[in-house]
């Protein structure tokens, strides 16, 4: 199990440092309900593959530590804290992602899955 849960901590870490820098400015920990004229819809590298790769990350990073200290208890409370967590921001983020950007962002959602299971994100 230390193995696993090292491999999903360490592909975790890694996909939310490669979102970041994928991002570069457009990266925020903070979701604007405005325009930002700095910032862009990101499309390439990680973002070709799941519309949200730093919380796809995170969320791997979060179930990876709990089954690397053995913790089942631990581990699905993570898992279901974080799932509820991140169900609830993508909706809201999405939300806002289709009012600055429309038909751009809804072609992309067609296209481009969450990456974390069972989470769809804005309708």
Not at 8 to 27: D, H, N, P, V
Not at 54 to 72: D, E, H, K, M, R
Request: proline fraction near 5%.
């Amino acid at each position: 199990m230390i193995i696993i849960g090292l491999i999903m901590i360490m592909t975790g870490e890694f996909l939310r440092k490669l979102a970041m820098y994928t991002a570069k400015q457009s990266f925020s920990h903070l979701i604007e309900d405005k325009p930002n004229k700095e910032h862009r819809l990101i499309t390439h590298g990680m973002y070709n593959y799941y519309r949200h790769p730093s919380y796809v990350g995170w969320f791997w990073w979060a179930c990876g530590t709990q089954i690397l200290l053995a913790n089942p208890i631990c581990f699905f409370i993570y898992l279901l804290s974080t799932w509820f967590f991140f169900a609830d921001r993508i909706a809201y983020e999405e939300a806002t992602l289709i009012r600055c950007y429309g038909t751009l962002y809804r072609d992309y959602q067609k296209r481009v899955p969450v990456g974390i299971p069972f989470i769809k994100g804005c309708p």
